[in-house]
């Protein structure tokens, strides 16, 4: 199987810190994909992981262990515009096929 | 602009009454697909499509139809909808081994409500 897990609520502070985590199965999936989704709109691209370790991009960034089958993402000085659902999905083996969590519902209180 | 257009972005239908969903991408992307949303589920793929006249099932196909004629386009029917398929739908593309470093590129997405 190719289960992802990941919390579906969170809340947390302005200005503070908030990791995402997000389980998967090992077998099957090719990389690891972070997408952000604002009620109602389109999943947009945050981030993507295919090696071990942690890659940054300004206030975000992603972390992945493939032999743990485990990864997150680590919000840094929480903004209110980031409260939004959080979607970690697995690239499967030699296609081109997403497979997505139920996504993290993210609120951010000022 | 690189995007994904989809249409409509609402609609509402009753029972039986076949319809379709327009999916369009400038992108020269060989891989589209279609996911439909719904709470507490997540993103589900309906069908998906390599590349023209290239089409196969996702996890959730039963009730809907495509096809892929040309490259960039990649509608999505419903022959004879039913209230369970009332969904979001996101129609999206991806450039060979693109989808790799990128993922997808998502359409705006279409709200349905089968009454």
């Known amino acids: 199987g190719q289960n992802i897990d990941q919390p579906t609520e969170m809340t947390a502070t302005e200005g503070a810190i908030v990791q995402i985590n997000c389980t998967y199965q090992t077998s099957g999936f090719n990389g690891l994909f972070w997408y952000q989704q604002h009620a109602g709109e389109a999943p947009t691209f945050l981030s993507y992981n295919v090696l071990d370790g942690l890659e940054e991009k300004g206030r975000f960034s992603s972390f992945l262990s493939r032999s743990k089958g485990y990864s997150y993402l680590l919000l840094k000085e929480l903004q209110m515009k980031d409260s939004a659902s959080y979607l970690c999905a697995g690239l499967s083996y030699n296609t081109d096929k997403l497979i997505f969590g139920t996504g993290t519902r993210l609120q951010v209180f000022p | 602009e690189a995007q994904v257009t989809q249409n409509p972005r609402y609609l509402i239908t009753v029972t039986g009454k076949k319809l379709t969903v327009t999916c369009s991408q400038n992108?020269?992307?060989?891989?589209m697909s279609w996911y439909r949303q719904d709470p507490g589920l997540g993103l589900r793929q309906i069908y998906y499509?390599?590349?023209?006249?290239?089409?196969d099932k996702g996890d959730v196909p039963e009730g809907y139809k495509v096809s892929r004629k040309e490259k960039r386009n990649f509608p999505l029917i419903l022959e004879s909808p039913s209230p369970n398929q009332t969904s979001l739908y996101f129609c999206?593309?991806?450039?060979?081994?693109?989808?790799?470093?990128?993922?997808?590129?998502f359409g705006s997405g279409t709200r349905l409500t089968v009454v």
């Open positions: 992108m020269n992307h060989e891989y």
């Open positions: 499509s390599m590349n023209v006249e290239v089409t």
């Open positions: 999206a593309s991806s450039g060979r081994g693109q989808g790799r470093n990128y993922g997808y590129t």
